[in-house]
């Protein structure tokens, strides 16, 4: 007797459990494949899981998660409504950024949860994240909170949480990129407050 059939995003999460195409899978504890309304029409994207989520296996759940969820909340957004993800799933050691080759080894995960999703709106947490999805040579510090429209998605960057725990500086204009946000979010998505 057969049980249920597994769904692609079921499917999905097995292959990235499993996978081993780099050398992050050797240190990892748990694999950070994403977490979050997978119809959603709004996608977060950070760069990497940090030691916390490594332990716990899902993404933005240590200091900067915490910022993230007090991030969305200003904009009427939650784990509940929208989704995350990173652009490896595995933890590189030391907190340190992903490397090209371990990027390009888990980039079809991240390509198959956005086929997935078929989100209206990306919303790059960082300059990692802003390289691999809206342009490699992106520039954080001069684009961020900038719309960029490509085969009908909107992405944008903002700094990733990390960055505003050690720079209060840039929480000010961090502020002005959410209300950016939000108004996108009523502009081409508002059915994810419905």
Request: hydrophobic share 35%; with cysteine.
């Amino acid at each position: 007797m057969s049980g249920p059939v597994p769904s692609a995003w079921d499917l999905l999460r097995r292959r990235c459990e499993d996978c081993r195409a780099c050398g992050l899978s050797e240190t990892r504890t748990n694999v950070v494949f994403g977490v979050g309304k997978q119809d959603s029409p709004i996608l977060f994207v950070g760069e990497g899981p940090g030691q916390q989520e490594d332990l716990q296996g899902e993404p933005f759940v240590g200091a900067a998660g915490k910022l993230l969820d007090e991030m969305l909340s200003i904009i009427d957004l939650g784990r509940d409504n929208c989704y995350i993800a990173n652009v490896v799933k595995c933890r590189p050691p030391g907190n340190r950024d992903p490397r090209e080759e371990e990027q390009a080894a888990c980039a079809e995960y991240l390509q198959e949860q956005i086929r997935l999703i078929q989100p209206k709106l990306i919303i790059c947490l960082g300059r990692i994240a802003a390289g691999v999805l809206i342009r490699r040579d992106f520039r954080i510090t001069r684009e961020h909170g900038k719309w960029t429209k490509r085969d009908g998605v909107w992405y944008t960057a903002i700094y990733h949480p990390s960055a505003l725990l050690r720079d209060l500086n840039r929480r000010p204009e961090t502020f002005l990129d959410l209300m950016n946000i939000r108004d996108k979010v009523r502009e081409v998505c508002p059915e994810v407050w419905n």
